[in-house]
């Protein structure tokens, strides 16, 4: 093998590989979550970061149809993409609750269990209206980030007019002392990947 092809960046070697435990969750909280944040001191308008594993990139699919064409069927796109399925990750509660509690109060404040349904925010101001728009004050955009063998981010996922559908239950047992594992569930519109230069960018 020539020197020029082992140069090749574009080669793949059999250590050249990405790990499944490499992933990390980036949430920016939702408009009404950080409204309620002055009044709630459990919540933080931080974005919340979680180890997550499981699902965490869907199919992306631009289907084909079928064309005829002097006696014989060709194959082209449709340049359409169907709606995304909704993205089940899981991950760890942490020994605090917290991000079980910041996700069951985003899935709650849809249907307020002492308010009645969610009637979006009390006395909006017109900035508010203007920024955010108010049949989107429950959604908002997260991340998640593909990291390398050295914790560089490689990738990073976005999902944008995200929401929380489903949380996952807890299972109890005095007889085992694993650690607590759920599931959450989110819909989302649009998917879009940018590539990262693997410098600069450690998580720690």
């Known amino acids: 093998?020539?020197?020029?092809?082992?140069?090749?960046?574009?080669?793949?070697?059999?250590?050249?590989?990405?790990?499944?435990?490499?992933?990390?969750?980036?949430?920016e909280l939702p408009y009404i979550l950080r409204k309620r944040a002055a009044s709630d001191p459990s919540l933080n308008i931080e974005p919340l970061q979680i180890s997550i594993f499981?699902?965490?990139?869907?199919?992306?699919?631009?289907?084909?149809?079928?064309v005829r064409y002097a006696g014989q069927n060709f194959h082209v796109s449709t340049y359409t993409r169907p709606n995304y399925p909704p993205?089940?990750?899981?991950?760890?509660?942490?020994?605090?609750?917290?991000?079980?509690?910041?996700l069951w109060r985003w899935l709650d404040v849809m249907n307020l269990a002492i308010e009645d349904y969610y009637g979006g925010t009390s006395n909006p101001t017109?900035?508010?209206?203007?920024i955010i728009g108010s049949q989107f004050e429950y959604q908002t955009t997260y991340s998640i980030l593909a990291l390398n063998e050295y914790n560089d981010i490689a990738?990073?996922?976005?999902?944008?007019?995200?929401?929380?559908?489903?949380?996952?239950?807890?299972?109890?047992?005095?007889?085992?002392g694993d650690i607590i594992e759920a599931s959450a569930?989110?819909?989302?519109?649009?998917?879009?990947?940018?590539?990262?230069?693997?410098?600069?960018?450690?998580?720690?």
Not at 9 to 16: E, G, K, R
Not at 126 to 130: A, F, G
Request: glycine letters at 2%; one cysteine or more.
């Open 185 to 204: 569930q989110f819909h989302f519109a649009q998917l879009d990947i940018i590539k990262k230069q693997p410098k600069n960018n450690i998580i720690t």
């Open 54 to 66: 499981g699902t965490v990139v869907p199919d992306i699919i631009v289907p084909e149809v079928d």
């Open 155 to 176: 990738l990073e996922f976005i999902y944008s007019k995200a929401f929380i559908s489903t949380l996952g239950g807890i299972n109890y047992s005095y007889r085992e």
């Open 126 to 130: 017109n900035d508010d209206r203007v």
């Open 87 to 102: 993205l089940t990750i899981n991950f760890v509660v942490d020994n605090d609750y917290k991000n079980y509690y910041l």
């Open 1 to 27: 093998m020539s020197t020029e092809i082992c140069a090749n960046p574009q080669l793949q070697s059999p250590l050249n590989r990405s790990s499944k435990d490499k992933f990390i969750l980036v949430l």
